[in-house]
């Protein structure tokens, strides 16, 4: 089974400045044959279900501000806000989709300091 | 509008049975694999079972499997999740979604969420 890690557990980012957040997979989860790393980012506020930020690792789900970005490819691969809004505080979670049983990071929560 | 909503939770006794129900509407159903993803009290999402399409092929959690069953009604546009010989540690909020895109994806969206209880 694959296993997904983020850090760190919890960050604390003054407003206007820069966010992030890693998540390490056990093995890779790049299929070769379309060069598409199966790994997605999630947002969660309190009481309410996450919402997709990014999937294909880089790719923002429609909607999303600019500021959200990803990369990584392979085992290592990283969530970046570039400019912390108010409402970015919340729980952030990846998620290894290349292989069934499918699993997530433990969260990330993201505070303003 | 795309939407998924939940409903079945509850509380339930130490070796109950419990049966999830998802239902879709916004998009064609028939077309999409499902998922059920839990969480349970200040804890981390854990995937928990999915279906393709037609219902023909399954697959689900370690800690779920013999127990759970997940099924569809692509009739009704509803996905299923019958959760047998209950645990303390079933005890979650219960979430469907639905991949982005057709195959696997991202998942987008999510339902709602449906609590589930298991105590004495």
């Known amino acids: 089974d694959i296993v997904v890690t983020q850090s760190p557990d919890s960050l604390a980012v003054s407003l206007g400045e820069r966010a992030t957040i890693n998540c390490t997979s056990s093995?890779?989860?790049?299929?070769?044959?379309?060069?598409?790393?199966?790994l997605a980012w999630y947002q969660q506020k309190p009481g309410q279900p996450p919402k997709l930020l990014i999937y294909?690792?880089?790719t923002r789900a429609y909607g999303v501000p600019d500021r959200f970005s990803g990369s990584g490819s392979g085992t290592d691969f990283t969530l970046t806000i570039s400019s912390l809004q108010a409402e970015d505080v919340a729980v952030y979670h990846c998620?290894?989709?290349?292989?069934?049983?499918?699993?997530f990071g433990q969260g990330t929560k993201l505070e303003i300091k | 509008e795309v939407q998924l909503v939940e409903s079945g939770g509850g509380l339930v006794q130490p070796g109950g049975s419990l049966r999830l129900s998802c239902a879709a509407s916004?998009?064609?159903?028939?077309?999409?694999?499902m998922h059920w993803v839990r969480q349970g009290p200040g804890k981390g999402l854990v995937w928990v079972s999915r279906?393709?399409?037609?219902?023909?092929?399954?697959d689900y959690a370690d800690s779920v499997k013999g127990r759970f069953t997940i099924s569809r009604d692509n009739a009704k546009n509803t996905l299923y999740l019958q959760m047998n010989s209950l645990r303390a540690e079933d005890t979650a909020v219960y979430y469907c979604?639905?991949?982005?895109?057709?195959?696997?994806?991202?998942?987008?969206?999510w339902g709602q969420g449906t609590l589930v209880t298991v105590s004495s």
């Open positions: 979604a639905r991949p982005l895109m057709s195959g696997m994806s991202g998942l987008d969206p």
């Open positions: 916004g998009f064609t159903f028939s077309s999409y694999w």
């Open positions: 279906i393709n399409s037609d219902g023909s092929n399954t």
């Open positions: 093995r890779t989860v790049l299929y070769s044959s379309n060069n598409k790393n199966y």
């Open positions: 294909w690792a880089s």
């Open positions: 998620h290894q989709y290349f292989i069934t049983p499918y699993s």
